[in-house]
């Protein structure tokens, strides 16, 4: 396929994009600990934390990571359609806004002197 061999097109298509979605994983848990942390901190101390942005926006990670592996392992394609590229990017790019607003307004409240 693509002008590859099976072995070579396991190793340069399907086990990086094996790999995408456990890194993504990894990414996401991280995100997910400090959520936790978050939460436990506001739950001690009683000063708001919006923990949930920490847990709930991560989610765009493993929504990129599957929309790539889905048209990479699933359907064959070495590069995604389009359509599943720019969807892919934006959840992405959305995910990433809010995982950084959910830590601004965490560490405000940690640094806070």
Known sequence: MYGLSGKEYFWLVVFSHFLLVFGTVL??????FMGRV????????????????LYVAPSGYLIFSFLILGSGVIKG???????VEWASYTVFLLSSIAVILGIVRFSLIIFKK
């Open 27 to 32: 990414f996401w848990l991280g995100f997910i």
């Open 38 to 53: 978050a939460k436990k901190y506001e739950k001690i101390l009683s000063f708001k934390t919006n923990w949930i942005f």
């Open 77 to 83: 394609y070495i590069k995604p359609p389009i359509p």
